[in-house]
């Protein structure tokens, strides 16, 4: 018979992560699908103030839940606004087109719940891309490796 192996538990505290910022982004992965045994990947976004934030977009096989923790953001889900202040949370389900930014004053900070996990690879990709202005002819490959698309 097999015995099921004990899960790791893991404390990772403010600031500690992999920093693999793209975009203009702060984005920290906090735990990966191998931390979590497949369930489930966790980052952190830190959002400039003024900031535009990813181009409208649809993932195919993620769930994303956003948790505001610090400032305020909007986010387009579907085409409706929706403003995220401390504390806020909203669903992102697959397959729904959206965006977020940062259009007020200070700094915010998103904890991202990302179901199922693998996002944390398309990001070290994106990081791994040379410095300077978005080359989405650089990007769009590595979004449509793991499954996401551009919305007009």
């Known amino acids: 018979m097999d015995v099921p192996t004990k899960q790791e538990h893991h404390v990772v505290r403010s600031g500690e992560g992999t920093n693999v910022g793209a975009i203009g982004l702060g984005i920290f ?5 191998a931390d979590t045994k497949g ?23 993620e769930d994303e839940l956003f948790i505001c923790v610090q400032g305020k953001v909007t986010v387009e889900l579907d085409g409706t606004a929706h403003v995220l202040g401390q504390g806020d949370s909203l669903l992102m389900p697959r397959g729904v087109p959206h965006v977020f930014y940062n259009p007020f004053d200070e ?5 991202a719940v990302v179901s199922p996990p693998g996002l944390e690879n398309y990001y070290r ?5 040379p410095p300077g202005p978005r080359d989405m002819s650089l990007v769009a490959p590595i979004m449509t490796r793991y499954g996401l698309s551009l919305q007009k």
């Open 107 to 111: 700094e915010t900070r998103i904890v």
């Open 125 to 129: 990709e994106l990081s791994e891309l």
């Open 39 to 61: 369930a489930y990947s966790l980052f952190e976004y830190v959002v400039p103030p003024g900031l535009g934030g990813p181009p409208t977009h649809v993932h195919s096989r």
């Open 29 to 33: 992965t906090r735990l990966t699908g």
